[in-house]
T-cell receptor
Framework: RKEVEQDPGPFNVPEGATVAFNCTYS??????FFWYRQDCRKEPKLLMS???SGNEDGRFTAQLNRASQYISLLIRDSKLSDSATYLC?????????????FGRGTSLIVHP | NAGVTQTPKFQVLKTGQSMTLQCAQD?????MYWYRQDPGMGLRLIYY???????DKGEVPNGYNVSRLNKREFSLRLESAAPSQTSVYFC??????????????????FGAGTRLSVL
């Protein structure tokens, strides 16, 4: 069982819809959290960090729930260009290093 | 703005052949990583280097070796390639810093990937 779990989807939504993804993690020592976006056959790129207090970047909102060990990503007013795979990443500290673990990704398809 | 550069972009090997994947970053990051990505499996960490002179195993290290040549360069070597190593390989470097007043640990920047087929 992977330590970071995501629903693979695909989530198929119309333009303008609001969609939310969750990601659960099993290591309670996890210390930093991110959402990455990956387009087909491309490298992952940072979408946003996830802060304990929650944070927003335009149409994107990220939340962290340490007690329940999950992070979420909310996308409002979906655009066609939001179609991609969204990866959550959880880092935990070990011996002075940060060890990243990726979820398998959630596929989003936004249609006209 | 080169960022993280990987070479080669594509490679086809025969079983038993060896090769080295090269990775270089120009962002002065301490940490560097090698991942493989397979369909349905997501990104899996092969090896990482927290700083120049150190390397550690990740989730799937068997069949691979790494060298942190200097702060910029981190190479991945397949000594005797097997078909199970057919995959897309990504190198990344990691930044620890402060954003919006909060400390953010290990933001990673990725290279464009190497698509490797082992026949």
């Amino acid at each position: 069982r992977k330590e970071v779990e995501q629903d693979p989807g695909p989530f198929n939504v119309p333009e303008g819809a609001t969609v939310a993804f969750n990601c659960t993690y099993s290591n309670s020592a996890s210390q930093s959290f991110f959402w990455y976006r990956q387009d087909c056959r491309k490298e992952p790129k940072l979408l946003m960090s996830v802060y304990s207090s929650g944070n927003e970047d335009g149409r994107f909102t990220a939340q962290l729930n340490r007690a329940s060990q999950y992070i979420s990503l909310l996308i409002r007013d979906s655009k066609l260009s939001d179609s991609a795979t969204y990866l959550c990443v959880v880092n935990f500290a070990s011996g002075g290093s940060y060890i990243p673990t990726f979820g398998r990704g959630t596929s989003l398809i936004v249609h006209p | 703005n080169a960022g993280v550069t990987q070479t080669p972009k594509f490679q086809v090997l025969k079983t038993g052949q060896s090769m080295t994947l090269q990775c270089a970053q120009d962002m002065n990051h301490n940490s560097m990583y090698w991942y493989r990505q397979d369909p349905g499996m997501g990104l899996r960490l092969i090896y990482y280097s927290a700083s120049e002179g150190t390397t550690d195993k990740g989730e799937v290290p068997n069949g691979y070796n790494v060298s942190r040549l200097n702060k910029r360069e981190f190479s991945l070597r397949l000594e005797s390639a097997a078909p199970s190593q057919t995959s897309v390989y990504f190198c990344a470097s990691g930044l620890r810093g402060r954003f919006q007043g909060d400390e953010v640990k290990n933001i990673q920047y990725f290279g464009a990937g190497t698509r490797l087929s082992v026949l």
